[in-house]
């Protein structure tokens, strides 16, 4: 990022590392195609060395972006070539298919090797989307306390807080000193790797209070814990839902929270670092949801499974499509008799979907964020209908002159302009209400909201359309 | 989150808090109505001993919440009667709408004096969105050495590091020891309110590196500073955009970022809640955009700004609509000929502009999140083609034999079936390349695809349709 203002010493040829001479990205920040070349040719030759000095030398967000950038068949080789330099941390970096992959290709006890190198929560988040089968091979290689350790985080439920959070933490009496504190932080050999505060905890671990690094290291050493506990910090419980506790998290500004048992004993903590990991896959989760695309479908995903995937949405659209299509059909005879309705029908069925469709996509990020609430429900109803009736009459006198003017068949513009009135307040209403109903039938309102709210304004769009045209003129 | 979980003794009545006795939430977690109520009549009797017990309590966000939650007119009594006891932070919490209004409501003073408790990030976010005016009565309120401050963050570009970063922490040489540090923060009474780490400067201010405050404290007293550097901490430009500093938290999992001058000075520090606060606004907005909306709309907008705001993109819609139906024209006589067409064509518009947003979403957040690049650009292509091709040939048979079972016109779904194809292959491409050349030419790929690809669909289905039905039937 800043490195173009990077005023370091020029440094001797004989000091630059290996990455220093081969830098790995371009000044865009993309990936050099040469660098991954000459990685994918120290692999073939098997190149150790180099390898590992590169290898040791990426942060693991990076060498995951080399992973993904290696062919599919030169990835196992890289970790078996590099060993133990090789940060197993780096693989919850890929996508999901080239990580399962991954870990079924390679040894079982390569694998159990770079897994103990791993936070509880990295370890548990690799392990959690492989087979069962080729995770108990894993298991099996492990020491039986890490192996218990993580077979216990594995049994909690999936996007759970007892999934997310790491078991390692530091709990300390809080009848301690500052200073007893610092003292135990400084002859504890085995401290987890990072940490942004300490827990107060009683004899049978039960919770009692959060001590901030910050608060510590501004206390003199005689203070007593108790003095900065807060006591008030939110906690979690291990079965909560990973996306109520990034809520939290965003609300409160927290960079780490404790996890708690049903006792009230702490077993946990969650760090934000995960909690952002899990807003941007929930952002991405709604984001595809709204597209009509399923949440697992990845970059990395070959054209055969992309197909599969997304074949069940569209079926479900082709099937509105033609339920939109048998209110035309209901129409035939007078859209022979005046085929203008044939040519103008799909402009009011398309401006009322896209008018749904904003509504739509404002309902289902409210209900997300939890804006959108019983408290407020009725007036966000009342006000999306005052906005589609107000834009309904600004685009029926738009499409009504336009209509005229293209086939000046009088009367054409006000069928159509009333048209679109009826389709924009169907639209808005079904955009609102229909994401609020999915909300409290406890079905995901960006999932299914789009296929529903936007066969509403075809089929009303449609029928008040020709409805009106058919009373209007007269026909039959 | 973890209340239910809660073992404490039960307190003394007399103990109780107002909070306590009157909660803020239900057991959803939304506001209740009854507490609402309360603070509005202790506003209305202007009950000051009872609404800064209250206040005094309440998170900053909660605070923010039960702002939004009062009547508008509401908002400005309660801060004024609070005074210092309301704390500002939580105006940061709540939509920029009534943020701004309430800000040029209150009296400049209140304003001042709420400002100067604020962290400078914070202070520089409350008033980013007030206009010239006001913001400048606000700013000569405050003492010089605060105003000239403030004044230099908002010269930062709107969306910079430097706008995003707070000027308060800690800065000390690198060649001091843990123990000097740590007796400088005990004796340094206006540290920033929270921090994560420390900085290492030289005696021009420049930057060194960082020193994480957990390294700190495992390392014993006499240990200097200068082993505990990290010198490759990833660091921010002041100029840099908050986007591409937040994409860097996320990739390489920080907590806080030293922000640097072009002469590599350091000048402010960004932290993580700032940052998840930019992940979601930039969710927000990409996911807004798609929906075809604007990205500063907001939830407690009235009707008339948020149907002015829809308007433009439906009126682009409305263009691109009447485009398609343009193309139903030229073959008005045919369409009369075989009134089947008519009601056919919509199915084959729909399923191509289906599977093109399909497309267009995975190619939208592929670009933002910098994982679609020049290097996978061609296989992602290609894939989606296939993925179309594949598609279109499933709904060709699907719905060839749908519309010949419900007209048994034998040749109908022969036409509708390779009008899908064609149409399902230009939906793919258009989904995946027209966000690819907004990108390239800057444009925001998340506010336009979505116009051009559904027009691409409807033309291309409608043309195909019709175009081959006039061939395979030899209409005119």
């Known amino acids: 990022m800043a490195d173009d203002v990077d005023l370091a010493q020029p440094v001797a040829p004989e000091e630059l590392s290996a990455l220093d001479k081969m830098p790995m990205r371009d000044d865009a920040g993309d990936i050099r195609p040469e660098f991954v070349e000459a990685i994918s040719h120290a692999v073939q030759v ?32 890289l970790i078996e070539l590099t060993g133990a330099d090789f940060d197993f941390s780096a693989l919850n970096e890929v996508d999901d298919t080239v990580r399962e992959e991954l870990l079924e290709e390679l040894e079982p006890e390569t694998v159990a090797e ?33 192996r218990v350790a993580l077979e216990r985080s594995l049994d ?57 690094l910050d608060a510590l290291l501004r206390a003199r050493r005689p203070v007593s814990l108790a003095d900065l506990v807060d006591e008030d910090r939110r906690r979690v419980s291990v079965v909560d839902d990973q996306e ?3 809520r939290m998290f965003g609300k409160y500004n927290l960079v780490a929270a404790p996890v708690v048992d049903i006792d009230n004993r702490l077993v946990g903590v969650i760090t934000i670092d995960d909690v952002v990991d899990v807003i941007e896959e929930e952002a991405d989760e709604d984001l595809k949801a709204l597209g ?49 309705l044939a040519v103008l029908a799909p402009i009011v069925a398309s401006q009322g979907g896209n008018a749904a469709t904003q509504t739509m996509t404002v309902a289902v990020r409210a209900l997300a964020t939890r804006q959108l609430n019983p408290n407020n429900a009725l007036r966000i109803v009342i006000r999306e209908g005052l906005v589609g009736l107000i834009n309904g009459l600004a685009f029926a ?35 609102i209400l229909i994401p609020m109903v999915l909300e409290r039938v406890k079905a995901d309102p960006a999932v299914a909201s789009g296929t529903f709210v936007t066969t509403v304004t075809d089929v009303v769009g449609f029928f008040a359309f020709l409805g009106i045209a058919t009373l209007w003129f007269g026909l039959k």
């Open 397 to 431: 006198v738009i499409t009504g002159i336009a209509a005229y003017a293209w086939f000046k068949t009088p009367g054409l513009g006000i069928v159509i302009g009333l048209a679109m009135i009826c389709n924009l307040i169907a639209g808005a209403l079904g955009g």
């Open 114 to 146: 770079g897994v103990r190198e791993l936070d509880s929560d990295d370890a548990v988040e690799l392990l959690e989307g492989v087979d069962e089968e080729v995770q108990d091979e894993i298991l099996e290689k492990l020491p039986l306390s890490e």
């Open 244 to 246: 109520e506790v990034a």
């Open 156 to 212: 909690y439920p999936e996007n759970s807080a007892g999934r997310r959070m790491q078991t390692e933490f530091i709990s300390v009496p809080q009848d301690w000193t500052v200073g007893q504190a610092i003292d135990y932080m400084r002859e504890t050999p085995d401290l987890p790797e990072r940490f942004y505060e300490i827990y107060a905890v009683d004899q049978w671990q039960r919770w009692q209070g959060a001590i901030s």
């Open 292 to 340: 009509g695309v399923t949440s697992d479908e990845e970059l990395s995903d070959n054209f055969w499974t992309i197909a599969k995937g997304r074949f069940a949405w569209l079926l479900v659209n082709l099937a509105t499509a033609f339920i939109a299509s048998s209110v035309l059909g209901l129409f035939e005879d007078q859209l022979q008799q005046m085929v203008a």
């Open 46 to 77: 098997a190149d150790t060395a180099f390898l590992k000095e590169i290898v040791g030398e990426l942060h693991e967000a990076d060498l995951g972006d080399l992973i993904e950038a290696l062919d599919a068949d030169e990835r196992a080789p």
